[in-house]
Every structure is written in C-alpha cells, then in structure tokens.
C-alpha cells in the first residue's frame, strides 16, 4: 500500500471519527452523522460509474431501495435477530440483480443507456409503491430491528454509528483500491476514449458490467445501512427524485475527484437540515444552488478546493511539453517485449466491403509477411483506411476472409483482433488526451499484462507493466515529456503517442495509417528510420503518402485505385509504371513550385499586426513576444519543429488558445482578447488540422453553415460558383455527405467552408497533410490561385510547398521567433534552411 494510499485513508478515518462531534456541535444528531456517511458511500459507488467510467445512470437510487428492502424482508422474514446476514444476503441479492440488468442495459451506449436507468428506477419506484402484500406500499416496512453485533446493542446511537462507520470505511477502502488498480484505471480509458480502449484487446463490455455491478452492490450496501438507521424500508427510496439527488451529491462533490462525493453528500445534508427549518420548500432551493453549481463550478466543490489552492500557492508555469523532450540517444535500442514477438504472416483473401452505394473495399487479396514492410499507397479513397479497418476488426468484412498464421480473423472485433497480434495506428490521432502520455502507453502494455483486470493490486506495483512502458518512453524517444497531458502535445508529438499505443500491444503485424503525417522533417527522419527496423523484426502494413519515403523503405508496395489492388511490386516497379505516375504520383513538389507566380504584395497596406502575443495551454507557457505584420494578399509560411507553437499561433489569433499578452490588430481594430466567434465574424477563418467537418451533413450543408454567421453588409463571402471554379470536383460532391469523401476532398471542403464566409485572413493549419501526391498537386494549386486575393497563414511540414507559395517566412523556436524574412532563401539555399530550422 502506498503512502498517498493510507493518507488518504487516514483521512477517511478521521473525517468518520470527527463527523458526529462536528454536527453534534451544529445542533445535528448521530442519526443525521450515519446519514451523511451512508450518502456519501452511495455517492462515492455511484461516482465510480459516473466520474471513472462516464456511465450517466439516473436511476441508481433503485439500487439503495433494494439494499434496502433485502435487509428490511430478510430480517423481517428469515432473521428476526439478525443484522450481518441480512446485510450480507442483501449485498448478494443488488449483485445478481445487477449483473443481469447490467447485462440488458449495458448493451446501449450514451443517453439510451441513460434513459434505460431511469426506466428501470422508475419501474422500480411503481413496484415498491404498488404490491403493497410484500412491500407496504405508501406506509413503508417496518418492523425493522438494529438487535445486536458481538454483544453490542446496536439501539444505542453511538455504537451504531460506530457499527456504520466501519462499513463505510471498508466499502471506502475497496473503492479507493479499485480506483489505483489495473481495473480502474481501464475504466478510465473506457471514460476518454471506448472505441481505442477495445483496439488495445480490453473487453469494454466485461469491464463496464463489473463496474456497473461493483456501482450498484456498494449503493444497496449503502440503502441496507440506511434501512437499519431509519427501522423503516420506504419506496421513496427508489424514486427518481432521489436517484436525481444522489446524482447533485456527486456533481457538486465533484465526479472527478475521489473526496467529492464526501463534500457534496455533508453540503447536501447540512444545507436540507437548515434550510428545511425555513421553508418546506428546500429542495427548490437546493436544486437552483445545483444549477449555478453546473454553471460556475463543473468540478464541484473539490474543483473550488483546488482554484482556492491555487491561490494560495500559484502553479508553476511550465514550457511546452515537446521543448522538455530528451531524445533517445541509442538508435539499436528495442524493447524486450518486441524481440520476443512471434512472426506471423497476415493473409487477406478476396475481403470485400461496402457502404450505401460505394464499395471501399473490393475483392482485394493481400499478403503481409511477419518481418519487413509493406507498403500500402493509391490516391485519397482508394480504400486504404477502409481496408485498414477491415483488418483491425472496426468492420465486419462482407465476402473474404482474414488470418493471421492458423488464427481465423474473418469475424474477430478489435479485441479479439489485437489480442491475436495485429494493432493498428490512426490517420487521425486516437489518444486519451485526458491521460498523460505515460498513462497512454501504460495502458497499451497492460492489455497484455495477466493482472489486467484485478481489482486488488494496484498498477504502479505490476513490475513487468511499468518497466515495459519505460521501455516503451525511451524506444519512441519521450523521454522528458512523460507527466505532460496527451492534448498538450503539438500534433506531432501525438501522432508519436498514437503509433506508441500500438506498439505497446506488441504486435506480430503493425498497421500504421499514416505515422508520418504532421512531423517536421527531423522527426520524419527518426520515425522514418524507426519504422524500418521494426520491419527487421516484426510486420508492418503502411499506408504513407510521403512517396520518397515509402520509395526508400518498403520491402513491397501494394497500389490500391478506387477500392482494388492496381499493382503490386518493388519500388522499382512501382516508379516505372506509367499508370501509378498518373494516378498518384502527380509532378512533384520541384515541378509545383516552379509554377507560384511571383509576388505580387509589394506596397500593400498592412492588414494584420500581432505585437508582444504570449500564449498558454493550461500551465504551459507556449508563445512569448510574438511579433509580426501580414500585408493584403501576402501568404506567410509558419516554420519550426514539432512543439514550435505553430498551431498555437493560429489557434491563439482566433481564441482557441488563452492570450496572456500582446494584442492584435485587424484592419483598424485592436483586439487583446479574442473571442473565437468575433474574430471568425471580423474576417479570421481557420483551417484546422484534421479538418473537422460536420460530420453527417451534407457539403452543402457545411457550406451554409460557414457562411451562416459570417455574411453580411461590407463582409466579403465566396458563393457556391466561385468555389466550384476553385475546386471543380466538390460541385459533383455537393449533396454528399462529407464524411464520406476521401481524406483530400474533405481538406477542398474544409478550406472551402473557410471561405464561404467573410474572411480576410485565412489560417490553414496543415492542409497537405494525409493527402497522395497528385491530390496534394490540387489543394496545392487552388492555395495559389487564392495569393494575392486573401492574406494567407500556413502551418505544414512539406517545407518545399509551404516555402513555394509564401511571400514570407517565420520561423519559431520553441514558441519564440527565430528568423523572419523572405521565404525565397528558404526555398533555394538548403545550408540557409538547415540554419534557421535546425534540421
């Protein structure tokens, strides 16, 4: 047990033996203490499924109205002079209940599983009040005895609360255990992140029922107690206004801390024992001071604690969390759990897959062997990622079928897929960004540790977890930046996690969707070279658009076109065939930028001035004395390395990120503290990385929807036509819904929902990323054609464009300006550039 363990145990121990002196003092009897104790441990149960697991149930008060009944019917029926065995028999009885229950309801997710527990609650509630044979309906059971326990008379107020304190203790004890455990700590990636829970081979559905169970049993616990303090089981213990007051005691506790159920439970009694001298209307009161708790305080009263704290003693303010890096300097170093790999090769036999009307994935045989890497490239749609997903058990295939070695993967589901050896990465950044990136790659170890699922040993003390994740940190070369939360990370620093979390499952075969995306040309480097001696030991399945890259370090190369397989071969193959050239490969980024026109900006008025701007991600200092102007139609490249603060820059001109200081000025207004929604409507339009679309419209729709709240009198909006000559295709796209478009038509309509509305200054934040060299050749273009019209910020990693279309270049160093100037020198002189970026 560790330290922080028994203090916080201790100090469980002192609040219970000061609780009845306390509210004694306040004029409050023991009965009132026992109350509070017993609301609290239901509180904490049901803070198990609410805060750790994000499971919103709003009828747990059914479990506290069976503990309840059990204790009061057992007793009353079977032992007469007994209180250990009809407590104990209740807690068997809420555990079966709740285990078959559990079972039913937990087959939904989100506001269904909700809603199915306030069904149950509710039907609970009507059964107590209506067999009136058996439960005493409106007059309640009574009968009930406290009788004795080791000779000790429970009917005396002081021994029964003793008597109750313990069981609180022991039960508070558990929970706190299971919160340090392997099994709690799931439980909390289940919270952020489900679907790459399940892709780590933990079975979601097995530890949201055991929690769902463990919640329930400690809350009927918790009823049987209260049953015994009262002498009288009531259905209004079942009710939802009770299930909804268990839930206030929780939110205004705090449902992320473990103390907050304790705090929301003594604030709720005291405030109903006062207040309910005053007026019978108490609970109209409480639930008003409920809504202001929501809207000024989300984490409650622990959550005021700890801005009081802060107060008292200021956090440190921190550097960005990629600056703290040490990267590792042995380049052979491979951890033990993946030389120990086993080789097994990967066989797909003529998978299939459709959606609607589009066929992803059409009769494709693939052969991946257990040591080296295959390649996997085709232009944007092709099917990749959709096969991909076939292969890591996201999707079901519709014909074919799949193995790895002996093992049938045809019908497998993530779990069951990474626990045979195969795990993937994601185009997108799959994280949980609400865990540390060492709590990230923690997790993936534990998928593989015996001990995942016990509920008595804590994580810290499992040695083969945590020296495998050390492992792990030093392997990817995060050394350094361990104790920094995931969503701190610049976005190259999370797709290193990302690739992290499936390395930790130690996989035979490796899927990586796109590992170097978003990474500055020394990092692609050290992925790069790190990718090529996996491949040395284990087998790696690539999809990359970075084609020099895949050129260099693929074994074999598979060319997939509109959901088949073109072409398969060597690198040698595959640069020779004339139809990959014109399908995929495009002109190349030399002939690309041979075509920018020169500049035109010369004398232009100055639209854009940012002076002395500091910026902030939480405690971490990001940006300091930022300082720059952008004329009219001038195209600025934003250069540097990953965790330069260069998403932080756009993010922070348009309110995403806290400004500390500096201002900015647009045109002739002065802004100090952006607001994201005035600067989209003063003429500020964001890009963003990873496009973000509004996922289930339509184009059309998310067009309307940028231009929405960003047109008008004065303001300067493109129609629909003007968009369509920019990018031709999306007009034949215009009523499809987007998130069905390959990744490069959705970047065409994420840049162009920017520009539907007002907008002066355009902020794209990495818009080549994820896209194959001939659809990055048509964004490339289109930003062209668009110099001179509007002012233009671009953030991206593919420096020889970024550089060809810029009239300007600013270089930042973590998160100040190192060099500004023209982006020619850049461009031509590669000594110069090595000098500025640091490469």
């Given at each position: ?8 145990l ?15 003092a ?56 007994g ?17 078959v ?31 009136t044979?058996?439960t ?20 005396n ?9 313990i069981c609180?203790?022991?039960?508070t004890?558990?929970?706190l ?12 990636a ?9 892709f ?23 009823g ?74 989300p ?56 959606f ?20 996997l ?33 045809t019908?497998?589901?993530p ?94 075969i ?10 500055a ?84 008025p ?26 009219q ?16 820059l756009?993010?922070?001109m348009l309110?995403?990120?806290r ?41 059309k729709?998310?067009?309307m929807?940028?231009r ?13 036509e003007q ?8 007009r ?37 990323e ?19 019209k ?10 020889d ?39």
């Amino acid at each position: 047990m560790s330290k922080e363990e028994l203090k916080k145990l201790a100090l469980i121990a002192l609040g219970l033996i000061a609780l009845p002196f306390v509210l004694q003092a306040a004029g409050l009897t023991y009965s009132t203490a026992v109350e509070c104790a017993v609301l609290a441990m239901a509180g904490m149960a049901l803070n198990l499924l609410l805060g750790y697991t994000g499971l919103v149930s709003f009828g747990h008060g059914a479990w506290f109205g069976i503990g309840a009944y059990a204790v009061g019917l057992t007793q009353l029926h079977y032992f007469r002079d007994g209180v250990i065995l009809p407590l104990v028999l209740s807690i068997l009885l809420v555990a079966a209940i709740s285990a078959v229950i559990g079972m039913l309801i937990l087959r939904r997710r989100g506001v269904y599983f909700s809603l199915l527990t306030l069904a149950f609650g509710a039907l609970c509630f009507t059964v107590a009040y209506r067999w009136t044979s058996f439960t005493g309906g409106e007059n309640g059971l009574g009968g009930i005895e406290r009788n004795q326990v080791l000779g000790l008379s429970l009917d005396n107020a002081v021994y029964f609360y003793a008597f109750t304190s313990i069981c609180v203790f022991l039960a508070t004890a558990f929970m706190l255990r299971v919160t340090l455990s392997p099994f709690g700590k799931v439980l909390v990636a289940i919270r952020e992140n489900e679907q790459r829970t399940r892709f780590l081979g933990f079975n979601v559905q097995a530890y949201k029922l055991l929690a769902f169970v463990i919640s329930a049993t400690i809350t009927g616990f918790a009823g049987g107690l209260s049953v015994l303090n009262h002498r009288i089981a009531s259905g209004e213990a079942m009710s939802l206004i009770f299930s909804g007051e268990l839930l206030a005691i929780v939110l205004i506790g705090g449902m992320r801390s473990f103390y907050g159920p304790i705090f929301g439970a003594l604030f709720y009694i005291l405030f109903r024992e006062y207040l309910s001298m005053l007026t019978p209307n108490w609970l109209l009161y409480f639930g008003l001071l409920f809504i202001v708790f929501i809207l000024a305080s989300p984490d409650g009263l622990a959550g005021i604690g700890k801005r009081v704290k802060r107060l008292i003693v200021p956090e440190q303010k921190g550097a960005a969390a990629m600056s703290q890096r040490v990267t590792a300097t042995d380049p052979d170093f491979v951890p033990g759990f993946l030389q120990a790999v086993q080789r097994s090769d990967l066989q797909c036999r003529g998978i299939s897959k459709q959606f609607g009307g589009i066929k992803a994935v059409d009769h494709v045989d693939l052969s991946v062997q257990g040591q080296g890497v295959h390649a996997l490239i085709g232009p944007n749609g092709a099917g990749k990622t959709s096969l991909f997903n076939l292969v890591s058990g996201m999707f079901s295939t519709d014909t074919g079928s799949l193995a790895l070695g002996s093992r049938d993967l045809t019908r497998a589901n993530p779990e069951q897929t990474c626990a045979s050896g195969v795990a993937r990465s994601f185009q997108i950044t799959n994280l949980f960004k609400g865990l540390t990136v060492r709590e990230n790659l923690c997790l993936s170890v534990l998928g593989r540790d015996p001990q995942r699922f016990s509920l008595w040993r804590r994580l810290d003390d499992l040695p083969q977890t945590q020296s495998q994740t050390d492992e792990l940190v030093r392997y990817l070369g995060v050394q350094g930046m361990e104790d920094a939360q995931a969503d701190d990370l610049s976005y190259g620093g999370q797709r290193v996690v990302d690739m992290g979390l499936a390395l930790g499952s130690a996989p035979a075969i490796l899927l990586l969707d796109e590992p170097l995306a978003g990474l500055a040309a020394a990092e692609r480097d050290r992925i790069g070279n790190l990718i090529r001696r996996l491949g040395d030991r284990i087998g790696v399945l690539l999809v990359e658009h970075d084609i020099d890259r895949v050129l260099g370090m693929a074994d074999r190369i598979t060319v997939m076109n509109q959901g088949s397989v073109l072409l398969e071969g060597d690198a040698d193959a595959v640069r020779s065939d004339e139809k990959v050239r014109e399908i995929y490969i495009g002109s190349g980024n030399e002939a690309l930028a041979a075509g920018v026109p020169p500049s035109t900006v010369g004398d232009a008025p100055v639209i854009l001035q940012v002076e002395g701007l500091d910026a902030y991600y939480g405690k971490s200092h990001i940006l300091s004395d930022i300082t720059f102007s952008a004329r009219q139609g001038e195209v600025i490249a934003v250069l540097g390395r990953n965790g330069a603060g260069k998403s932080t820059l756009l993010k922070s001109m348009l309110g995403l990120a806290r400004v500390g200081a500096g201002t900015i000025r647009l045109r002739d207004q002065t802004i100090t503290a952006p607001s994201t929604e005035a600067m989209a409507r003063m003429g500020v339009a964001l890009v963003p990385q990873g496009r973000r679309l509004f996922s289930g419209l339509t184009v059309k729709d998310n067009l309307m929807l940028g231009r929405l709240k960003r047109q008008g009198e004065g303001r300067r909006g493109w129609t629909d036509e003007q968009i369509f000559e920019l990018f031709p295709r999306l007009r034949d796209r215009y009523l499809v819904d987007a998130t069905l478009l390959s990744g490069g038509e959705q970047q065409m309509v994420a840049i162009a929902r920017a520009l539907s509305g007002h907008v002066d200054v355009l902020l794209l934040d990495e818009p080549f990323e994820g896209l194959s060299p001939a659809m990055t050749e048509e964004v490339f273009n289109a930003i062209v054609s668009l110099k001179g019209k509007l002012t233009i910020l671009i953030v991206d990693h593919n420096l020889d464009l970024a550089l060809a279309v810029a009239d300007t270049a600013v270089v930042l160093d973590r998160g100040r300006i190192s060099h500004q100037g023209e982006a020619g020198p850049l461009l031509t002189d590669l000594e110069f550039r090595k000098q500025k970026l640091w490469l």
